[in-house]
């Protein structure tokens, strides 16, 4: 505990993830084999939007006769097995939840199957009904490479400030459209402890390069740092990366939650979502999560673009996407499921049996026409701008040689993250100094450059 603040119980932090664990193990137990049906394998994230289509999954397999064996992980774990299925061949998995980082790099290596011919294996109806053209250009081209679609958009997402309208009306505060990080700061200390416990934010803390390292790069991006320079040289002694580092933990030390280093994205939304922070700097599909009928915040709720600093327009860019292992031995029917999943039909489904707020956004420019979710969701707007707007290829201020938002886009990322998001956790925790996490993080990014034959 810090500052007069009384944690939040990890019981009620837990609450959602054991509810997701558990739809997730009904809904893979109801899809039993049967006689004549043909399993698939499906390895997924736990998550609400997942745990919705794990409940829905029942109708794929009634119309298809497909039965569906669900694996359902956290995000870091969940990563782990599946790089490692994918690497070796094995097939023990049909389809994979996968993000923009994976998908180019792992249809490169040809460990997924490209869409493309399965596409035009489809009828002339079936391809125009799916209408690959409604996927929203900027997500299409992340899970592309050499213009071949290896994976098809579940959700899509940018990265966005959420905070309680009520609060900031009690503190008489008022949140910018664009704010800025510091605003942020001072409205997050204004509201620290403003009701009952309350944090003045909630920030991902958990190590992971998808936990942690996915609000903070942005932050990074923000503050007018990089990883490599334009040469491949590692950036981690520039002034505006140690600055980033420093208003990081400053935030979260100051305002946030106690034990950040605990907290990813399933514990982050929790806290959010059970009234006990003012403000949350996170991905923009909570949105639905937070308006849905198990949260304490629904209809309190405001919503802004992803906080500035040197750099404006710094919100990430990312879709869990679903993609067919080369070594499936069942390629159409996990074809079936991937357009069954990310069809229109799909969005109409979900808002028809769970609600309209809770839709998979991010994916369809026809869900941004779509009357009934436009009225259901008012964050709607600044998450299809902010998408669209996405820096992918430019994501710094000054020149890199790489893309991505939250993430560097070369294979060796995923060990480099890793080992740079321990770095961070321990120097928010005050286990380790900045300098020396700084320090470190240069060191690995120098061998990674190297050995990697980027740097020559």
Do not use: H
Not at 30 to 37: D, H, S, T, Y
Not at 66 to 89: A, C, H, M, Y
Not at 196 to 207: A, F
Not at 434 to 454: C, I, M, T
């Amino acid at each position: 505990m810090r500052d007069g603040m009384t944690p939040l119980p990890r019981t009620s932090v837990m609450v959602l993830a054991a509810l997701l664990a558990g739809a997730a193990t009904a809904s893979a137990g109801g899809a039993r084999e049967k006689p004549g049906q043909l399993p698939l394998t499906v390895a997924t994230v736990n998550n609400p939007d997942m745990a919705i289509m794990q409940q829905l999954s029942a109708d794929f397999t009634s119309a298809t006769g497909i039965s569906l064996n669900f694996v359902v992980l956290p995000e870091n774990e969940l990563r782990q097995k599946v790089t490692e299925d994918v690497g070796l061949g094995s097939g023990k998995y049909d389809v994979v939840t996968i993000g923009t980082y994976d998908a180019p790099i792992w249809g490169k290596n040809r460990w997924l199957m490209s869409l493309e011919p399965l596409f035009a294996g489809m009828s002339a109806s079936d391809r125009q009904a799916y209408d690959k053209e409604d996927l929203l250009p900027t997500i299409r081209a992340a899970l592309s490479m050499d213009g071949q679609l290896f994976a098809l958009p579940f959700y899509g997402e940018s990265s966005m400030m959420f905070y309680r309208k009520d609060l900031f009306a009690e503190a008489g505060l008022s949140m910018p459209l664009k704010p800025t990080w510091q605003q942020v700061y001072g409205y997050a200390v204004r509201l620290r402890g403003i009701s009952n416990g309350c944090y003045g934010i909630v920030l991902r803390g958990l190590p992971g390069w998808g936990e942690n390292l996915a609000p903070f790069n942005t932050v990074v991006n923000a503050f007018g740092g990089r990883w490599f320079r334009q040469d491949w040289q590692p950036a981690f002694d520039e002034p505006a990366m140690a600055e980033a580092w420093r208003f990081y933990r400053k935030i979260i030390i100051d305002a946030g939650e106690p034990s950040p280093t605990t907290d990813g994205y399933t514990e982050c939304l929790a806290i959010m979502a059970s009234g006990k922070a003012a403000m949350w700097y996170d991905a923009t599909v909570s949105a639905g999560a937070l308006e849905g009928r198990d949260s304490k915040v629904a209809g309190r709720i405001g919503y802004a673009f992803a906080p500035s600093a040197a750099k404006a327009n710094t919100g990430w860019l990312w879709a869990w996407a679903l993609g067919i292992e080369s070594s499936s031995r069942k390629p159409q029917e996990a074809f079936k499921f991937l357009t069954w999943a990310t069809d229109r039909k799909y969005i109409d489904l979900v808002g028809s049996r769970v609600g309209w707020a809770q839709v998979p956004p991010g994916t369809r420019s026809s869900t941004y026409r779509n009357p009934r979710y436009l009225a259901a969701a008012p964050f709607a707007g600044i998450v299809l701008s902010s998408i669209l707007s996405a820096d992918y290829d430019r994501p710094t201020l000054r020149p890199v040689p790489y893309k991505g938002l939250q993430y560097v886009s070369i294979p060796e990322f995923q060990s480099l993250g890793e080992l740079v998001s321990q770095q961070l956790a321990a120097y928010v925790a005050g286990q380790e100094t900045l300098e020396q996490a700084l320090a470190d993080s240069q060191a690995a990014a120098l061998r990674v450059a190297k050995e990697g034959g980027y740097l020559r």
